[in-house]
């Protein structure tokens, strides 16, 4: 066996367990390696029975005197098994594993860890972590213990062991990657001290110093790969030069019925520049919700169309594909300019030839669409695109310019880490006239009331309401959570019955969702009941209420992206979070909602509050971007840039850290 060695190669258990890994994204003992503990828990107290405390987390050796099963009035069982060190005896319980007698035989001595509570009145642990006292060195027991993230079916102890035998069967095969120079003057640990100490710390010391580590490797990796992506980009041939067009472009602005924000005026000014250069354009443009993305891809798409060349805009469900289509069409269509949509819908048709801008779904990169001379490309939400079809798109083209859009806020650090190879613009000011959204966390005691004041709302002021749940269904695991189609049966039947209600989820076919959109901006219903399928694309003006169930499922960036649904037009809105929680950094987090309106500032709050996870869902390829690299480690951060910046070309690097750099490279969204 190797580090490059399948698991599916790794014997009988791992074999068995193949898909599980699969779905963790780990193939190879490699991958198990960097396969990092999400948290830790500190079983290095060792006490003997006679000195335990209720409350104390703590490793406990001894031997096998008593073991059975037994069974409640429901025939659910019971697993007792009692311990003795010669000093006391202690209770360990478990429940419906039947199998934990049958493997743990009178007279076996084991290590058990865990919180010792009361059971009947005596001392007992709960689901303790155990294993053998005698032989192999302890994993599991009486140190502190990885606890990593999982799946359904494959546990962390399980995990653990194979980590742990991975590690001390091929040792001798973990080679550095980074260069010395490197390891020297930021004082890191060599790669194999890390993973010993991330997986099996002596103390917690030694995690924090090995997290450094391997969380500057992550940054390290990332600005190695944007440079790589800048280098490869810049050395392709000339881009198509476009003509600025300037009286046309002045002409198509005064035509609009709002005066463009200072921030817009400068993202057209941008993208004029960057078309007239000698390189391909690629530019990343971020704006807040509601701050005006799509006028600045209509400006460019148009440009392309007074230079001779067809345009693409690429959403990412049909919803928002057809809100762009409907935009775009209303404002350039009276120019002369074709645009026609391309979606799951539409797909089954070959898309006609003479057109100026397709605007679509993935269906853009099918064969029904075919570009005879493909100038700009938009990608609208461009982190919810696989890099292929981003890739395939582009290939329709010879060159075409690249302009990616996105409303999902990104911390500037994050941005500056992950783009640093793209041209940024921010739409950081929003359209005049423009209300700021009023958000309150509701209590659950003032929920009939809210439903009282939201019945007001659109009695007295005409107002139209969105009610946000978490799920289509009600399940088992989150019962407690409203679910769109129980809550709409229960607010249409027991709240709201006066009242015109809709239904909007994922579920429902393309067709149906347009049905329900479209009655829905024609007033038809007064309040629509939807998932979260809601979160981009609806353009509803006269909507001015939004109210959120299980607020807490949600991260605040996603909160903020769902209450940009109101507040389209010049009324008022409002927008009420409920929650079941009483966690107080959940409410905390929640409550931030209240006072911060600007998306970048909360996605800078939640990063400080959750740490990374995937960015705001951001999934390269099946690329996860950060395991334990936080972008609030600022000091890794800088570190990574200087080191980058001192180090020469990709070629000259280790053979192991260009393996590590290709997966970011994104080879098929540069030109060839």
Request: charge should be neutral; aromatic fraction near 8%; proline fraction near 4%.
């Amino acid at each position: 066996m190797h580090l490059t060695t399948p698991l599916s190669q790794g014997g009988a258990v791992l074999k068995r367990y193949t898909k599980k890994f699969d779905k963790l994204g780990l193939n190879t003992f490699s991958d198990l390696l960097f396969h990092l503990p999400s948290r830790y828990e500190d079983y290095s107290i060792i006490s003997s029975i006679d000195k335990l405390q209720e409350g104390e987390v703590v490793t406990v050796r001894g031997t096998i005197i008593d073991a059975k099963n037994s069974y409640t009035r429901r025939f659910k069982s019971i697993q007792k098994i009692i311990l003795s060190d010669g000093t006391g005896e202690l209770l360990l319980l478990w429940f419906n594993q039947p199998y934990i007698i049958k493997n743990l035989k009178l007279q076996t001595e084991l290590s058990i860890a865990g919180r010792i509570e009361k059971f009947s009145g005596k001392n007992a642990i709960i689901s303790p972590e155990y294993e053998l006292a005698s032989g192999e060195e302890l994993v599991n027991t009486g140190r502190i213990i990885p606890i990593y993230p999982v799946t359904q079916g494959l546990s962390s102890k399980m995990v653990r062991k194979h980590i742990f035998s991975t590690l001390k069967s091929m040792e001798s095969e973990i080679e550095e990657y980074l260069p010395n120079s490197i390891l020297k003057k930021y004082a890191f640990m060599d790669i194999k001290s890390a993973l010993w100490h991330i997986h099996y710390p002596q103390s917690f010391d030694e995690t924090e110093k090995a997290r450094q580590r391997l969380a500057f490797d992550e940054l390290f990796t990332l600005q190695l790969a944007a440079r790589e992506r800048k280098r490869l980009w810049s050395e392709t041939q000339e881009g198509i030069h476009f003509q600025p067009f300037s009286e046309k472009m002045n002409a198509f602005l005064k035509t609009l019925p709002f005066e463009l924000t200072p921030s817009q005026q400068t993202a057209v000014e941008d993208i004029t520049h960057d078309t007239q250069g000698g390189t391909v354009m690629n530019r990343l443009l971020q704006g807040d919700v509601g701050s005006g993305k799509t006028i600045i891809a209509a400006c460019g798409l148009y440009l392309a169309y007074l230079n001779g060349f067809q345009g693409a805009l690429m959403a990412p469900t049909e919803i928002l594909a057809q809100q762009h289509f409907a935009t775009l069409s209303s404002l350039l269509k009276p120019l002369g300019v074709k645009v026609v949509l391309a979606t799951s819908s539409t797909s089954k048709n070959k898309i006609e030839e003479t057109f100026d801008i397709a605007v679509g779904t993935h269906s853009l990169v099918g064969k029904n669409v075919t570009f005879n001379k493909l100038g700009l490309i938009v990608i609208d939400e461009q982190q919810r695109f696989g890099v292929e079809q981003r890739g395939i798109l582009r290939e329709k083209g010879n060159r075409p310019h690249l302009l990616t859009m996105t409303a999902t806020p990104i911390p500037r650090t994050a941005a500056l880490t992950l783009y640093s190879d793209l041209a940024l613009t921010y739409l950081h000011d929003m359209p005049k006239g423009r209300k700021t959204i009023k958000t309150w966390l509701v209590p659950e005691e003032k929920r009939l009331a809210s439903y009282a004041w939201i019945r007001k709302e659109i009695q007295e002021n005409d107002s139209q309401v969105f009610i946000i749940c978490p799920f289509i269904e009600e399940s088992e695991n989150a019962s407690t959570i409203k679910a769109a189609t129980k809550e709409f049966e229960r607010l249409q039947t027991e709240i709201f019955s006066d009242l015109s209600l809709g239904l909007l989820h994922g579920k429902m076919r393309s067709k149906e969702k347009d049905t329900v959109l479209d009655e829905f901006k024609q007033k038809k219903f007064d309040i629509l009941v939807a998932t979260p399928v809601v979160e981009v694309g609806i353009d509803i003006s006269n909507a001015t209420i939004i109210l959120i169930e299980g607020a807490e499922r949600f991260g605040l960036s996603q909160l903020h992206q769902l209450r940009g649904r109101v507040g389209r037009g010049d009324k008022q809105s409002y927008c009420l979070l409920f929650t079941e929680s009483s966690s107080e950094i959940t409410l905390k987090r929640l409550k931030a909602m209240e006072s911060m309106k600007s998306g970048a500032e909360l996605s800078e709050y939640d990063l400080e509050l959750r740490g990374p996870g995937e960015i705001y869902g951001l999934k390269q390829s099946g690329v996860r971007l950060l395991k334990i690299a936080k972008f609030s480690d600022r000091e890794l951060l800088d570190k990574a840039k200087r080191a980058t910046e001192d180090i020469g070309e990709i070629s000259t690097l280790s053979p192991l850290l260009q393996a590590k750099i290709q997966p970011y490279l994104l080879q098929k969204v540069s030109p060839d």
